[in-house]
């Protein structure tokens, strides 16, 4: 059975795909420029853009199954329209095709994001509703509105699709180093003297994996499914880096309201070297949202439950050492 990837080459994609070749599955990798998660590997390649609907068409054309990651993240609400191209316009062009080819199964990855945080005091689940309005934050947004419209073509006009919703990644196969890998890296080499006031639910790349297979061979046609994993606050995921490490990690912890008044010249110094923002305000704000998220229907119908967060972590620093990121700090950074 011949399985199609988008985003094949970002941090989801590059465990996926090989979780896919060690089943023995024939994987069409679609990638966007940057290949190197998906070098050396016994697949075929294709480098696209989402937004060019033909030759979507084209790259899934002959596939059986159809794993949907390819997203762009940001946090600045600036953003928006290539949010909304990529992660919406990119999402339709995905499903069209998939109902053109009579693919048998696409598997949609969301995000928690797209469902709405409040109130707080309630834990998050798959009846959550998803958000919508300006006064959200734009990646949010947009993938609400993907969402939205894989579930509407699924359960109204006979697209085969499911979707998951993970929370905040780590792992190995980082390979362009996401945002969180950067703040692993930025402990490891003692970059970053002061922690932020928060926590969230942080989830194995490979655990994510699980759950999207398991939503290929179970989920249920228009259904999502939450890939959560375990809520922990920064200061105690950086303790938990100091202990599998062995190394010491910032202890001080800033408060949400200070860090809310530094973010917007951290972003601006940011640009002026054309750089990501290590933090924004959405971001602050993020860490201090809902700490509690469910997996209940996951593990009620795929029997999931989540690596300890040590396991998790211990994997993503064997894979940096292996790589050469724990050997190099300017590899080290995300990209």
Known sequence: MRVAVTG???????????ELLKQGREVRAIYNDDSRALDGLDLETVDLDVRDAEAVSK??????VVYHLAATISWERREYPKLYDINVNGTKHVAQACKKHDVQKLIHFSSIHALVPTPFDIPVDEN???VNGEKFRPYDRSKAAAQAYIQNEARENGLPAVVVNPTAVLGPNDFKISA???VLLDWYYQRM????QGGYDWVDARDVVRVALAAEEKGRIGESYLASGHFTSVKELAQTVGKVMNIKTPSWV???WLAMFGAPFSAGWAHIWGKQPRYTMDSIRILN???CILHEKANQEFGYEPKPLEDTILAAFDWYKEFGFLDNPSLSKAS
């Open 128 to 130: 959550r509703p998803l």
């Open 59 to 64: 790259a899934i054309q002959g596939v059986d």
């Open 8 to 18: 094949a080459s970002g941090h989801l994609g590059a465990n996926l795909v090989r």
């Open 193 to 196: 003297p002061t922690l932020v």
């Open 289 to 291: 949202e809902n700490p």
């Open 254 to 256: 800033c408060p949400a």
């Open 180 to 182: 969180m890998g950067s």
